[in-house]
């Protein structure tokens, strides 16, 4: 199931290097793009370490930062 959400996101965010730009910015300037792996919907900024926040879109706490999903 991870690498099912792994594809869905290299996808949404347009490839592998987009994938890496944002881990990169991630660790530089110590935010991350949060995504819900329960309903597919990106979150907004999160810390790098962010693990099952509260999805805005579906109430589950299901969010994680890209970080976190890719590492």
Do not use: W
């Amino acid at each position: 199931m991870k690498q099912t959400i792994i594809d869905q996101i290299t996808s949404d965010i347009g490839g592998p290097d987009a994938v890496l730009d944002s881990i990169q910015t991630a660790m530089m300037e110590n935010i991350d793009e949060g995504y819900c792996t329960e309903c597919a919907s990106f979150y907004g900024n999160v810390e790098p370490d962010a693990r099952r926040y509260a999805c805005h879109v579906c109430n589950k706490k299901e969010v994680y930062s890209l970080t976190e999903i890719f590492l």
